[in-house]
């Protein structure tokens, strides 16, 4: 095997071309900007151990001192490129605050195996003595608003099926994590709030809301994720609307809810104060008002913007969405959603904290001693502390997830012919 050959590494259905500086896929190239297809060398002549950060940096720019967002931002060109998911790698493997290892088995193949057409290049740059006869050419990309073919998914090689390796076809977009936790912390409020508003007389209705609590938990849970779920499947096919029927899912389950709690919450005051205090079902009624804006801000209009702007990056708009995101320039948001700056959410929970904090010493200040004002207070705070941290889980990840788009965007403008 000649010094050119091991020049060649092949890996799954993609050949990579070191002294060409070309990635193909099943004798089609992929297009790869300079920089990842370094990043994506290294990783390769290293598969299977560990590349540090520091080391890929002293080899993709070896005279620049640069970020580690330059890594993260080439790390991600190289598995779009791949079609690899950075939560289920089947290529590159993140290892936390270290770097990052190739997993995939690779092989240095030989001259005879050399699949077309970097035969042909090979032979023809042997006949020329040695000279380099390929040349990049700037991948072609659809123009704006035109549908770009979907990415090549190693899981659909696998299964030989067709499958997009885009965000939006996995579960809730790709996010399901959050819709997990989001839908946790959600459905416990309604579950602490069923205690808070008997825990005064414990004593009597302590055991039955153990009982009861399980279901509470259980039915916001499911309804949450459900509608949140149905969110992504109805904007995944084009479904007009599907803000509007998200937000009634989550206002319908808390009102049944409320309205199945009439046949164990009683029709009368229980928390004892210093002024009038809510029946204990009206009470629970309160807290729905309290908690479904929270939903309705927090969580189902920043779900549905993020997965209507995968949308618009599986439509090729990624101009578009990126004059929105960066605004640098007006630009509408896509039909049916409403785009609210993390910024704005931030200032929104920041706000509330020291109103409900003032509401919550208000209402400690006036309440009367008994056997259960202890545990009446403690869950009040947890409530509290519930309550924000659902307000930060959404902000964190909303925040994230739009730099995401804005990342993907900027790959995208990376490989446009126009720059």
């Known amino acids: 095997m000649s010094s050119r050959d091991r020049h060649l590494y092949e890996f799954g259905p993609y050949v990579l071309n070191e002294n060409e500086r070309l990635l193909l896929h099943k004798g089609e190239s992929v297009p790869l900007a300079p920089k990842a297809f370094d990043t994506l060398l290294v990783l390769v002549q290293n598969g299977g151990r560990l590349v540090e950060k520091e080391d890929l940096m002293k080899f993709v720019w070896p005279d620049v001192i640069v970020e580690e967002a330059n890594i993260s931002l080439n790390i991600s060109s190289v598995r779009k490129a791949l079609g690899d998911n950075i939560s289920e790698p089947f290529y590159i493997a993140t290892v936390p605050k270290r770097g990052y290892r190739f997993i995939a088995p690779v092989r240095v193949i030989t001259d005879e195996e050399v699949p077309p057409p970097i035969k042909p290049l090979l032979d023809e740059e042997k006949s020329n003595g040695n000279r380099n006869v390929y040349q990049e050419t700037p991948s072609q990309y659809p123009e704006e608003g035109d549908k770009q073919p979907e990415p090549i998914s190693p899981g659909a090689d696998r299964a030989g099926g067709g499958r997009s390796a885009a965000v939006l076809p996995s579960p809730f977009g790709g996010h399901l994590w959050h819709a997990l936790a989001s839908s946790t912390f959600y459905a416990l409020l309604y579950a602490i709030a069923l205690f808070i508003e008997v825990s ?171 056997k259960y004002m202890n545990l009446f207070m403690q869950l009040v705070q947890w409530r509290l502390l519930l309550f924000f941290i659902l307000g930060m889980e959404c902000l964190i990840w909303y925040n994230r997830a739009l730099n995401g788009i804005k990342r993907d965007c900027l790959i995208h403008k990376a490989h446009s012919p126009d720059h």
């Open 200 to 370: 005064y007389q414990y004593d009597r209705y302590g055991q039955a809301t153990l009982t009861i609590a399980p279901l509470v938990f259980g039915w916001i849970f499911i309804t949450s994720l459900f509608g949140l779920g149905a969110d992504w499947w109805w904007i995944n096919r084009g479904k007009p609307r599907s803000l509007v029927m998200a937000i009634t899912t989550f206002i319908l389950a808390g009102l049944i809810l409320y309205a199945s709690l009439a046949l164990f919450l009683p029709k009368l005051p229980i928390t004892e104060a210093g002024f009038q205090t809510y029946t204990a079902h009206g009470a629970y009624l309160k807290s729905v008002y309290y908690f479904l804006p929270l939903a309705i801000v927090f969580l189902i209009i920043p779900f549905h913007f993020v997965i209507s702007m995968q949308k618009e990056l599986q439509a090729g708009k990624h101009n578009r969405a990126h004059a929105l995101l960066s605004g640098r320039r007006r630009s509408a948001a896509p039909a049916g959603t409403i785009y609210i700056k993390p910024v704005w959410l931030g200032i929104i929970l920041a706000v509330t904290i020291p109103l409900a904090l003032v509401f919550t010493a208000h209402l400690f200040e006036n309440l009367k001693s008994g």
